[in-house]
Structures are given as C-alpha cells and as structure tokens.
C-alpha cells in the first residue's frame, strides 16, 4: 500500500505545515513481552501479527518495535549480531514481512529500532576486529592501549597486572566501560554491557556501512526509526576522563559529541526524507537546548529528525544509581514539560511518553496504582494525549499495567538492573538486596517487560508455556479481555482519546499555554488554534481539589472528554475528585 505524503503539506492556521507523523499515534511492542505464538515463552513476531487487531481497535497509526534482529540477547537485542537478518527466537523474515503487510493493510505504519551506536560482540565485524591489531574490521571499533596501574589512582578489578583502562569512563550497567582483550592487548570501549562494544564512527566505513543498512531496511518498505542512544555516536578527541570536581560524569563526557550534528546530517543526506517518521533517543540529563533544536530543526543547520526522546521527566525521581531514589513533586514534572513544549512552540517537535520498555510502568510512578489504578491511568492518558507532541503509547499501558512485586534477585532479568546490583554486592557497596528492594521495585525497566496481560488464563494469555519473566499477579484482574468487556475501562477511554485527536487538529496543532505551574497538585492549560480552544485540567491527588478557574474559560465550555462518567458540571469554581481529568471545549 502507500500512504500520502505531505512533503508539501497543506498550512493550518497558526502557519504550521500538516505532517502524518504530528498527527500520529505511536504504540511500542516489546516483541519478547508482546505475544508467545509458539509456545517457548517468548514473545514473536506472530504473535504480533496475530494480535494486529487489537491495535487497529485502539486506532493508533504506528508501531514501533523493539529490535527484532539476530541477537545473543545480552540485552534483550539490544546487541545485535546481524543487522539484516531476524533473530529465531522472534521468527523469520517472511514472518516480519507479513507483520509489515499486516500492518500496512490495517493502515498502521511501521518504524524499526535502529541500534548503531553499538552491536553484539558476536557480530561478524568484531569477531573479525578480534583477530589482529591489523584486522580488516579492527577500526570499526574502539581500541586504546591501557594506562599504567602506577599513574593512577584508581582501583579496577579487570585487566592484566599493573594496566588500568584507557580512561575512568563508566559503563551504563555499572563498571568500567572498558573490556581488556588478552590476545591483542588492548582495550575496547563499551558504554553498555561488555556484550555491546561501540561502534567507531569516524571511520567513514562505519557510516557507509550503517547507512546501506538503513536503505535496505527503508528498500523493504518501513516508514522510519526510532535511533536508539543516537546522540553517543560521536566520541570527544582524546577520550577525555570524566572530572568529578567539574562535576563531568561519563554521560557528560560521550553524548553531544563534536562530530555528531555532522555524522546526523550525513544520514539525513544521504537516508532520510522527511516522509519519514524518525525519533532519536537523546540520553543525558539536562538534554542541552543548543543541540536539542539542532537535531529536529529542518532547516539547513538542522538534522532533521522529526523528533526526540529526551530524559528530562523519568529522571527526576532517579539518583545516579539504579538502587537509588530522590523526591519529586508535581510542580517539576510541569517544569519540565513546559520548558520542552515552550522550545518546539515555533520549530521542531515533541514526542510524548510516560514510560517505555526502559521504565517502569507509568501508572505506578506518577499515578496510584492502587485505589485510584483506573482514574490516575486514564489521567495521565489524557495528558499524553493532550499536549503538544506525538503521544507514545507503551503496550500495556492502554490496559493500565502497574509495576511488578518483586521479591529477590532472581525475579529480574534485565542486563541493566543484575550487572550494577551485582557489581555493588560483590563491592560491598550496597549491603543487601533487600537494602535496595524498594529502590528496585521502583526503577528497575524489568517492571515494563513483564508479558502483555491479554485475559485471566494461565500466563495471563501471554503464552502456554512458562515465561521467559514472571507475569504480574494481578493479571486476573488487570487484562485485555476485561478492558474490551468494560465500557469504562481505561482501554476504552484510549481508545476515545486516539480518537479525539484524529478529529481535532488543536489537539495536535494548537498552542500549549500553563495555568497552573506553581500548584501542587493542579495541571491546568489551554491549546489555542485559530477560534478553537481546549481546556485541560488535572487533578493528581488522592483528594478532592478545587480550582477557580479563569471566568473567560468556562463561560461556555462543555464537556469533551473526562475520566469520571458523569459530568459535574462547569463553574468558575471547579471541584475536581481524585485523578480527575477532564478536557472542555471552549472559546
Ligand atoms: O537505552 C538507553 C539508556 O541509556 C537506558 O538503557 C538507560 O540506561 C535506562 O533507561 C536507565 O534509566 C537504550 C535502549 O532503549 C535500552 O533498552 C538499551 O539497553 C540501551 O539503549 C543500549 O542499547
């Protein structure tokens, strides 16, 4: 099939160009997690075809999935071995080319995980980079003597006697960033697991290489990327250690490097179009404004990129470790959400998300997913849906899916969770598990990988077998079958809210302007485009609260959407019960 194109797309009236994907919906599917269609207790790619209905239900207009290619797993494919061909455990190509069809005939696109910052140790260029120093592939990678053990003070468990690595850098999923090779005697980076050596980009062959890449999976007829980790690409000369007194950590040492707008507009060159739906995930925190307008600005110093993933909202309750946690109220979530709608108000674009395979489940971090599961998931749906940006709906999330109990070490699988915890067990750093069970209920990403809750059978639906991770025991009341059975559920009320911003271009187009930035428990704004204007308000408590809103906004205002049945009315004085959402129409 073939979808428009609005290259030239039509103007509203703010002067803003149509573009499908502004218009858009994304849902993610974490294949491994999604649906089992043969019984091994991992997800695959039938079992996503199998459910496409279920999608197309929902009315969303995109999928992005998670990397599906060959894989030894390290990282949940993450790590990948070979970039053109599809991992068994998921199925076969013909199988993906039915779920691209599938798709396609449901007029659901499809954006691939592009995973270039690394790949597996196990791809084919690495094992060739480990045969010699001279190898063909040996600078496709990054290779540095170690330091003197002598010159240094620091201490390392890895390497040979009186050798310390290249620089203090360390990795994502705790420890060095660094793996000591015997054979060649020498060091190779790895931000991510030792499993996930980075790739070098300033060899041009690298970028051809990644390239052609991408223009054969483009050839195959996908409609963009999600750029997993894109703006790692380009290291800082010299590899520079981090400067804990400058407080320089590693993550402020590799992300925005110098060559990484010049590598990004190469791609743009020589792949992308703007047809394309293409999001970069953008790590660090802040996220600076500088490099932040260069990747999605089109013009001609722009990168081009439709949008990014910043981290600005899932960090604010995070400390530097995994097993650590800080305090964050309502008023610094708001913060961050205006000052990032207030930076693409004119140019670039927002994406808009709560939660992803890497993050625990939304409605148990900034909702309550106990007394209030439904209303507070059905709130925070709203605000998803009702700002400025492309909403990203994480699967599950449209059945409300709440975090996973944890009870001990072995319940997890995630990479990123065991290495670091591990690591600071073994060091005597953190005492016990149970020292940081809390800490790891609440963060680790294993709580979003737990299967997709599809009725109250056995393995919640997910699979026949035992799967590859626990199901969440309130799979009995939490599921698929229920939410489509319930007219009330928080599935249906999705369902209205794709709806609603297919119908209504100020949900997508109008400007974002605060109410309330200062409220402690208040989320209130408009959207304004030409003569029409939404109201927002949010209530994220427990209690009742009440707003005296502005007399001009509710003079007239009905009632568009809300998370409670029965419309309370609207006055000047609003009285908002627990987690209430409610979305008016007004002029
Ligand atoms: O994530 C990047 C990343 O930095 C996260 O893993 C981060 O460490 C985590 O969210 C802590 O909050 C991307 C992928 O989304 C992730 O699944 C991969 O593990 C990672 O890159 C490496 O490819």
């Not at 149509?18 to 043969?38: G, I, L, M, N």
């Not at 499809?110 to 597996?120: E, K, R, W």
């Not at 110093?301 to 960090?315: A, N, R």
Request: no cysteine; hydrophobic share 35%.
């Amino acid at each position: 099939m073939t979808f428009e194109t609005d290259a030239a797309g039509e103007r509203l009236p703010n002067g803003e160009r149509r573009r499908w994907w502004k218009e858009a919906v994304v849902y993610q599917v974490y294949p491994r997690s999604f649906a089992d269609s043969d019984g091994d207790g991992v997800g695959d790619i039938r079992g996503i075809v199998d459910r496409v209905g279920h999608l197309d239900d929902l009315g969303v207009d995109v999928v992005w999935l998670n990397p599906v290619y060959e894989s030894p797993q390290a990282d949940n494919g993450y790590d990948i071995a070979d970039y053109r061909a599809i991992d068994e455990q998921y199925g076969t190509m013909a199988d993906w080319e039915e779920l691209l069809d599938t798709l396609h005939d449901h007029d659901i696109r499809l954006i691939m995980d592009l995973v270039v910052n690394h790949t597996s140790d196990e791809h084919d260029w690495f094992q060739n980079a480990l045969t010699s120093r001279d190898a063909d592939y040996r600078d496709y990678y990054i290779w540095r003597e170690g330091r003197d053990a002598a010159e240094v003070d620091e201490t390392y468990d890895v390497g040979p006697d009186g050798e310390v690595p290249p620089n203090d850098w360390e990795s994502f999923f705790g420890g060095p960033a660094w793996a000591y090779h015997e054979a060649t005697g020498e060091w190779y980076l790895h931000l991510f697991d030792r499993k996930q050596p980075d790739l070098n980009w300033e060899n041009p062959d690298v970028r051809d290489d990644v390239f052609e890449m991408m223009n054969w999976w483009i050839e195959k007829g996908i409609d963009g990327f999600r750029m997993d980790v894109i703006n790692l690409v380009s290291k800082p000369e010299g590899l520079p250690s981090t400067d804990p007194e400058a407080g320089i950590r590693t993550i402020d040492r590799v992300t925005n490097g110098p060559r990484v707008h010049e590598f990004l507009g190469e791609m743009r060159d020589r792949v992308l179009d703007r047809g394309f739906l293409t999001v970069g995930e953008m790590i660090g925190d802040p996220l600076p404004g500088e490099h932040a307008r260069r990747y999605v600005s089109p013009g001609p110093d722009g990168d081009g990129l439709s949008m990014l993933f910043h981290f600005e909202h899932v960090l604010l309750d995070r400390g530097e470790r995994i097993w650590e946690t800080t305090d964050w109220d309502l008023t610094d979530l708001k913060a961050v959400f205006d000052r990032w709608q207030a930076a693409f108000a004119d140019e670039g674009w927002n994406s808009l998300y709560l939660n992803n395979h890497d993050q625990p489940r939304m409605v148990s971090r900034f909702g309550n997913d106990g007394e209030y599961r439904r209303e507070s998931a059905k709130l925070l749906g709203t605000l998803l849906h009702t700002l400025r940006g492309t909403p990203y709906v994480y699967q599950g999330e449209e059945l409300g899916m709440t975090n996973y109990p944890f009870e001990s070490l072995d319940d997890f699988r995630d990479v990123g969770t065991l290495n670091p915890v591990r690591t600071a067990l073994d060091r005597g750093v953190v005492e016990s598990f149970d020292a940081v069970k809390e800490a790891l209920r609440a963060n680790s990403r294993d709580n979003a990988r737990t299967p997709v809750q599809w009725s109250d059978e056995e393995h919640a639906g997910f699979s026949d077998a035992e799967p590859w991770i626990s199901v969440n025991p309130n799979y009995d009341e939490v599921n698929a079958e229920a939410e489509r059975a319930d007219e009330d559920s928080v599935y249906h009320y999705y369902r209205r809210l794709v709806e609603f911003r297919h119908e209504n271009d100020v949900v997508v187009y109008g400007d974002y302007d605060p109410l309330t930035p200062d409220h402690e428990s208040l989320w209130a704004y408009t959207r304004t485009l030409g003569d029409e204007r939404l109201f927002v308000v949010l209530n994220f408590a427990d209690e009742a609260t009440t707003y005296d809103a502005p007399a001009e906004l509710v003079g007239d205002a009905t009632l568009a959407l809300g998370n409670y049945d029965d419309d309370d009315g609207v006055d000047e004085t609003l009285d908002l019960r627990p987690w209430e959402a409610r979305v008016y129409r007004t002029r």
